[in-house]
């Protein structure tokens, strides 16, 4: 069974940082590439970003790029999302999945296991 298991949300003024971590169990983490999404109250489920399981390609949403950085480190079987000049609208639960081979890094049907969720608040 695999489980993804999120950390690092909170409560951030705006302009600040958070570092968002998920450890995967088993070998999901080397053997697939990953991705983070996120939903705020009253809106779908949208892509942030995702990385390769080479750690070599990553892809970003546009209103992340530039300010969020995804990472990988396969020795402790965990994904990160570091999140850098944070802004209100970035307020939202935040994912991680694991992604099927061969699928579209964006799309919500592309992943196939998701973790609980972490929190991250951006106030004004």
């Known amino acids: 069974q695999v489980q993804l298991v999120e950390s690092g949300g909170g409560l951030v003024q705006a302009g600040g940082s958070l570092r968002l971590s998920c450890k995967a169990s088993?070998?999901?983490?080397?053997?697939?590439?990953m991705g983070w999404f996120r939903q705020a109250p009253g809106n779908e489920r949208e892509f942030v970003a995702s990385?390769?399981?080479?750690?070599?390609?990553?892809y970003y949403a546009e209103s992340v790029k530039g300010r969020f950085t995804i990472s990988g480190d396969n020795a402790k079987n965990t994904v990160f999302l570091q999140m850098n000049d944070l802004k209100p609208e970035d307020t939202a639960v935040y994912y991680c999945?694991?992604?099927?081979?061969?699928?579209?890094?964006?799309?919500?049907?592309?992943?196939?296991?998701w973790g609980q969720g972490t929190q991250v608040t951006v106030s004004s």
């Open positions: 088993g070998r999901t983490f080397s053997s697939y590439s």
């Open positions: 999945a694991r992604r099927r081979s061969g699928t579209t890094y964006d799309s919500i049907q592309s992943y196939d296991y």
């Open positions: 990385i390769s399981l080479s750690g070599r390609t990553r």
